[in-house]
């Protein structure tokens, strides 16, 4: 069968993933009110096309921070996309540089940063950062700068981990105890399970123990899994990251304009609008 629409690729994701890979990047939070809202809007756009232009030569291209993008969107920042695919995020950045769009590395990513550049070096890469504490971000920021990525991105939205509800009933949380559901879903999917067998074993890459002398690695994957971010982050601690940060800097997650305002006033670079 041709995939030809997003509803195609969703189907055969959804027969090719055991259920908790594809709900983890499925689902929403809660009842999925806000993914429904999102969906509806989108729907609610109608273009209006005017004939008769010469359209011989189209182009769809657009310059962001002095860099070409072959099109006007990039590969949004996804924690564990090696549970999608072996490499999942390798195989992302590989296709963004293909199509010269940017690709965003998450903090949750299975690549090291540091790989991950040196893999697909001709690409546009950002950074995502996630500040669970202020001395770990120092780090990643200082290896971001260092490894060649263009633009950091710090997600603002996060304060708590949103509930996702299909994650907590598919038992995958953190202590991760497999339930005998949750073994059956996985023999369900052998083809599924003899790749992530022979890609080995699953970390958040940039966050071993070497990243944070004095912390336990198995507390700081954890923290990550859980999304268990510095509260206490505040438009005064902006100034920090911006002092850190030389390159463009974006905030992930704005929603009111006043919001929008102060972030600019703060020496923000540039806003991704999210929800
Ligand atoms: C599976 C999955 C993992 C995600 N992981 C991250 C992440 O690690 N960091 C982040 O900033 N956003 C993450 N997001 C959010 C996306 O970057 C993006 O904001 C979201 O899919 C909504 O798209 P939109 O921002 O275009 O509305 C994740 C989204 C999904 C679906």
């Given amino acids: 069968m041709p995939r030809l629409n997003n509803e195609d690729w969703r189907a055969a994701a959804r027969a090719a993933l055991p259920r908790f890979v594809f709900d983890y990047v499925d689902a929403a939070a809660d009842e999925g009110l806000c993914l429904q809202r999102n969906r509806d809007d989108l729907d609610r756009v109608i273009l209006t096309p005017r004939?008769?232009?010469?359209?011989?030569?189209?182009?769809?291209?657009?310059e962001v921070f002095g860099r070409r993008w072959a099109q006007p969107f990039g590969i949004a920042p996804m924690g564990l996309n090696g549970l999608s695919w072996p490499r999942g995020d390798e195989v992302l950045a590989r296709a963004a540089a293909a199509h010269g769009v940017p690709f965003?590395?998450?903090?949750?990513?299975?690549?090291?940063?540091?790989?991950?550049?040196?893999?697909a070096a001709s690409g546009i890469h950002w950074m995502q950062l996630?500040?669970?504490?202020?001395?770990?971000?120092?780090?990643?920021?200082e290896?971001?700068?260092?490894a060649g990525y263009e633009a950091l991105v710090l997600t603002v939205d996060v304060p708590v981990s949103g509930n996702r509800e299909r994650d907590v009933r598919n038992g995958f949380r953190v202590?991760?105890?497999?339930?005998?559901?949750?073994?059956?879903?996985?023999?369900?999917?052998p083809r599924w399970a003899w790749r992530m067998a022979r890609a080995g074993r699953l970390d958040f890459a940039n966050l071993r123990v070497e990243d944070a002398p004095g912390a336990d690695s198995a507390s700081l994957q954890a923290a990550l899994l859980t999304?268990?971010?510095?509260?206490s982050l505040t438009w005064e601690s902006l100034s920090w990251l911006r002092r850190l940060w030389k390159g463009p800097l974006l905030l992930k997650g704005v929603l009111h304009p006043?919001?929008?305002?102060?972030?600019l006033d703060c020496g923000a670079d540039g806003l991704i609008v999210s929800n």
């Fill in 51 to 62: 004939v008769l232009r010469d359209v011989s030569r189209l182009e769809t291209g657009i």
């Fill in 175 to 189: 202590p991760f105890k497999p339930t005998a559901r949750f073994l059956f879903d996985v023999a369900r999917h």
């Fill in 227 to 231: 999304r268990a971010m510095d509260r």
């Fill in 130 to 141: 996630y500040v669970m504490h202020r001395g770990l971000a120092e780090g990643l920021v």
């Fill in 104 to 119: 965003a590395l998450s903090t949750a990513s299975n690549a090291r940063l540091e790989d991950l550049r040196a893999q």
């Fill in 258 to 263: 006043d919001d929008a305002r102060r972030a």
């Fill in 143 to 146: 290896r971001a700068a260092r």
